[in-house]
């Protein structure tokens, strides 16, 4: 998950540059066309506006996989961590000597520790 979430991340970061890359030269090109009395010049505003909307959906898209999947690590490392405690709690309780529950009481019986406590 890692490698993908760092993968989205460095598209995210090529997108939001490269992907802007002809934009002022498309903006200057469209007002010169306009200008001379061309509807191409409206149109390729047009389709530049366009073009821009669509990057900036990718980019985001991109941001959010990669975050995602930022959180997808840590949330799972601290799931790992909290497994591994309880293993080893279980383990611990395997050498405890505490017999099951009477029918007499709910509470288990806990011997006394012999010798002195630190």
């Known amino acids: 998950m890692g490698k993908i979430g760092h993968a989205a991340f460095l598209l995210h970061?090529?997108?939001?540059?490269?992907?802007k890359h002809a934009q002022s030269h498309t903006e200057a090109a469209?007002?010169?066309?306009?200008?001379?009395?061309?509807?191409?010049?409206?149109?390729?505003?047009?389709?530049?506006?366009g073009w821009q909307g669509q990057l900036q959906v990718l980019v985001d898209a991109c941001a959010q996989i990669s975050n995602h999947l930022d959180y997808s690590v840590k949330s799972s490392k601290q799931d790992d961590h909290f497994i591994a405690?309880?293993?080893?709690?279980?383990?611990i309780s395997e050498y405890l000597d505490?017999?099951?529950p009477t029918s007499d009481s709910d509470a288990p019986h806990?011997?006394?520790?012999?010798?002195?406590i630190m």
């Open 85 to 91: 405690a309880q293993i080893q709690v279980s383990k």
């Open 98 to 100: 505490v017999p099951p």
């Open 13 to 19: 970061q090529h997108l939001s540059s490269a992907g």
């Open 30 to 49: 469209a007002k010169s066309l306009e200008n001379d009395g061309f509807d191409m010049g409206a149109a390729l505003a047009k389709a530049e506006e």
């Open 110 to 116: 806990v011997p006394k520790a012999d010798g002195p």
